[in-house]
C-alpha cells in the first residue's frame, strides 16, 4: 500500500495498528517514495544449550578440536 505524507502524519495509529498486523507501507511525497512502515523482525535467540549444541556439531563438521575448558569460556563470554 502506498500512502501520502500528510496522509500518514494525520492516520499514524491505524497505520501502525495495519504494521503490526504483517501489512507494508510505502510513504510518498508527491508520488515519490521515501520510507517504508514495516513490522518488526523478530530474533531468533538460541538458548544456552542449544547454541552449545550448535558448536559441537560444527566442531564435528570442521574438525576442529575444542576443549571442554574452551567451550566453557566461549559460553561465559556470551552471558557479558
Given at each position: 500500500?502506498?500512502?501520502?505524507v500528510?496522509e500518514?502524519k494525520?492516520h ?6 495495519r504494521?503490526?498486523?504483517?501489512e ?11 520510507a517504508?512502515l514495516s513490522?518488526v523482525?523478530?530474533?531468533n535467540?538460541?538458548?544456552i544449550?542449544?547454541?552449545?549444541e550448535?558448536l559441537i556439531?560444527l ?9 571442554p575448558?574452551?567451550?566453557?569460556k566461549?559460553r561465559?563470554?556470551g552471558?557479558?
Amino acid at each position: 500500500m502506498e500512502i501520502g505524507v500528510y496522509e500518514a502524519k494525520t492516520h499514524l495509529p491505524k497505520l501502525l495498528e495495519r504494521v503490526s498486523k504483517g501489512e507494508v507501507i510505502t510513504i510518498t511525497r508527491h508520488g515519490t517514495p521515501v520510507a517504508t512502515l514495516s513490522p518488526v523482525q523478530k530474533e531468533n535467540k538460541l538458548s544456552i544449550k542449544e547454541a552449545i549444541e550448535g558448536l559441537i556439531e560444527l566442531k564435528k563438521r570442521v574438525n576442529v578440536k575444542v576443549s571442554p575448558k574452551e567451550l566453557r569460556k566461549m559460553r561465559e563470554t556470551g552471558r557479558r
